[in-house]
């Protein structure tokens, strides 16, 4: 099973409003980091956040951490069309010498015009 | 500086060839990372290799498929006897020796095997 899990799996909202994505995973953790893809493109990474860090802002993006939970969000505020992509979630589990990224399934997002 | 760089970005194989993908890491990174995603999938974890060594194999196929990342030159991701089940987006990801751990993705080579 995936170490992480994106909620919702789709996500359709209107140019300037909020989107919210969740991410769930299942063991501890070293850090978890957001990336966007766009359809059949490449991965871009967003966002890094340390296990021993709850909150990280960069730009219209806020990602929050609950290791008590096992759980993350990502916020993209006043959302784009551009924004329309899939975004991943991905671990660096702890003890994991070579930080290799566990990705869940993505959230697909739509922002309509 | 340039980024990742794949090549090629598609590759169509017939089942039973063999299939070379290529990823030069980004000027100054020594690890690599394989990841394999099929359709409306996330990634998975294949293949992690420093300079003349592989790391952690732990998601590669055993049989068909290999990896090696030379002194010289950029890493191979190598698929023997290609089965159609192979078909997807393999990206490559460089970091630095150091953290903080994020990784650069490059663009992916699309495999079909037909």
């Known amino acids: 099973s995936q170490q992480g899990e994106e909620d919702p799996q789709a996500l359709s909202i209107q140019e300037g409003e909020n989107a919210t994505m969740n991410c769930s995973y299942k063991?501890?953790?070293?850090?978890l980091q957001w990336y966007r893809q766009n359809s059949g493109r490449g991965l871009v990474h967003l966002i890094l956040?340390?296990?021993?860090?709850r909150e990280k802002h960069s730009g219209r993006l806020r990602v929050t951490l609950d290791t008590s939970k096992k759980s993350s969000s990502l916020l993209i505020t006043a959302s784009r069309a551009a924004d329309t992509a899939s975004y991943f979630c991905?671990?660096?589990?702890?003890?994991?010498?070579?930080?290799?990224?566990?990705f869940g399934g993505g959230t697909r997002l739509m922002v309509k015009p | 500086n340039a980024g990742v760089m794949q090549n090629p970005r598609h590759l169509v194989r017939r089942r039973g060839q063999e299939a070379r993908l290529r990823c030069s890491p980004m000027?100054?990174?020594?690890?690599v990372y394989w990841y394999r995603q099929l359709p409306e999938e996330g990634l998975k974890f294949m293949v992690y290799?420093?300079?003349?060594?592989?790391?952690?194999e732990s998601g590669m196929p055993k049989e068909r498929f290999s990896a090696e990342f030379p002194k010289e030159g950029p890493s191979i991701l190598r698929i023997q006897q290609v089965v159609r089940g192979d078909s997807a987006a393999y990206f490559c990801?460089?970091?630095?020796?150091?953290?903080?751990?994020?990784?650069?993705f490059g663009p992916g080579t699309r495999l079909t095997v037909t």
């Open positions: 990801a460089s970091s630095p020796e150091t953290g903080p751990y994020e990784q650069y």
């Open positions: 063991t501890s953790i070293n850090n």
């Open positions: 956040i340390r296990s021993n860090e």
């Open positions: 991905a671990t660096v589990l702890v003890n994991n010498a070579g930080n290799m990224l566990t």
């Open positions: 000027k100054g990174h020594s690890h």
């Open positions: 290799l420093q300079k003349e060594n592989i790391i952690d």
